[in-house]
C-alpha cells in the first residue's frame, strides 16, 4: 500500500464480514492505497476469487495489486454495475465501500481538499469532472450555500456564512483557500479546526456528488447481491452516509419506506449482520485517528419474498 494513502479502518472486521468463498467474485468500491483489497486477497489464500477494485482517482492505479485475481477499474463507483458487465459479472458475493476522501488526497496541496494549504479551491476526487469548489462558491445562491454548509457539513451559521461568501464573491471571486479562508475565519464558531473542516467536508460532498453516488452504488448493491450468499460492507464517516446505508439495509430505498407485499408482509432485502453499528476499539482509534468517526454497517443480501 502506498505509504501516503490511510491506514484501512476495522480492516479485518471487514474481511472477516465478507465471508470469503471459493469461486467468489468481490469489489472494493474505494480501492485508493489498496489497504483493504491487500487484506481480502491475503486471507483468501489460494482460493480462486475474483477482486475488483474501484477507483475514480486515476492515481490510484498506480497501486494496483500485482495478482491475477484482482483487476483494476478507474471509475466512479456509482457505476459499478456498467462496468462490472463490462467484464462479465452480473452478480458478485461481496461489496466493501469504505468512504470518504483519503489521506492521500487531503495530503495533496493542489487537490484543494485540506484548509492546511493554499491552492486552487478544486475538491474533485476524480479530476476528469467538470466542478469543482470554486464553481460552487462563485455561483451557487445564498439559499443553495446555506443548505449545503448546513446538511452536508453541519455549519451552525450556515446561513451568515453563505451570505457573507456572496458578498465577498461580489467584490472578487473566491479562487482559493486562503480566499475562502478570508471569509471563513472572521465567522468561525467553535475551534477553528473543526470549523473549517465542516465547511470544507459541505463543499466536497457537494463537489463529488457523494450522497447522489452513494444512493446509486446502494441501489446497484442490492440488485447485484447473490441472494442468501452476498455480503453489503460499508464504513462511513458522516450521518447523512451512516443514515443512507441503514436504510437501504432496512428496507431496500434511500428513504427507509418500508414496502410491504399484497398480504401486508414486509419485504426486508437484507439479514442485518449489525443490529448497531460496529466501531474500532479504542486501541485503533489511539493507531489511526482517522478511525475515530467510524461506523461499520453489514447486510446479507436475501431472496425477495
Do not use: W
Not at 187 to 209: C, H, K, M, S, W
Amino acid at each position: 500500500m502506498a505509504d501516503d494513502y490511510h491506514v484501512p479502518v476495522l480492516a479485518h472486521e471487514c474481511v472477516r464480514y465478507l465471508n470469503l468463498r471459493p469461486g467468489g467474485v468481490y469489489v472494493d468500491v474505494t480501492f485508493g492505497g489498496g489497504g483493504h483489497s491487500r487484506l481480502i486477497l491475503e486471507a483468501a489464500g489460494d482460493m480462486d476469487i475474483r477482486l475488483f477494485g474501484f477507483d475514480q482517482d486515476e492515481e490510484a492505479r498506480a497501486n494496483a495489486l500485482p495478482d491475477e485475481r484482482f483487476t483494476f477499474v478507474a471509475a466512479n463507483f456509482r457505476h459499478l454495475s456498467n462496468y462490472l458487465r463490462l467484464h462479465g459479472v452480473t452478480q458478485i458475493d461481496g461489496l466493501l465501500a469504505d468512504l470518504g476522501v483519503s489521506s492521500h488526497q487531503f495530503n495533496q496541496a493542489d487537490r484543494g481538499f485540506s484548509y492546511r494549504f493554499d491552492a486552487e479551491l478544486d475538491m474533485r476526487m476524480g479530476k476528469a469532472a467538470d466542478r469543482t469548489a470554486a464553481d460552487i462558491v462563485n455561483n451557487y445562491e445564498a439559499d443553495d450555500l446555506q443548505k449545503v454548509l448546513g446538511e452536508y457539513g453541519e455549519v451552525r451559521n450556515a446561513r451568515t456564512l453563505a451570505h457573507a461568501i456572496v458578498e465577498a464573491r461580489a467584490r472578487q471571486p473566491i479562487v482559493t483557500i486562503q480566499d475562502l479562508l478570508n471569509v471563513c475565519d472572521p465567522l468561525v464558531r467553535g475551534t477553528r479546526p473543526r470549523y473549517l473542516a465542516q465547511v470544507f467536508q459541505a463543499l466536497r460532498i457537494e463537489v463529488n456528488d457523494e450522497i447522489g453516488a452513494l444512493t446509486d452504488l446502494l441501489a446497484q448493491a442490492t440488485d447485484l447481491l447473490i441472494p442468501n450468499k452476498g455480503r453489503l460492507v460499508v464504513i462511513s464517516y458522516h450521518s447523512l452516509e451512516d443514515r443512507l446505508t441503514k436504510n437501504f439495509l432496512k428496507t431496500g430505498n434511500a428513504e427507509g419506506v418500508v414496502n410491504k407485499d399484497f398480504y401486508g408482509k414486509i419485504d426486508r432485502p437484507y439479514k442485518v449482520l449489525t443490529k448497531k453499528p460496529e466501531l474500532p476499539a479504542a486501541e485503533e482509534i489511539q493507531r489511526n485517528s482517522r478511525a475515530r468517526s467510524a461506523k461499520l454497517r453489514v447486510g446479507e443480501r436475501i431472496l425477495d419474498s
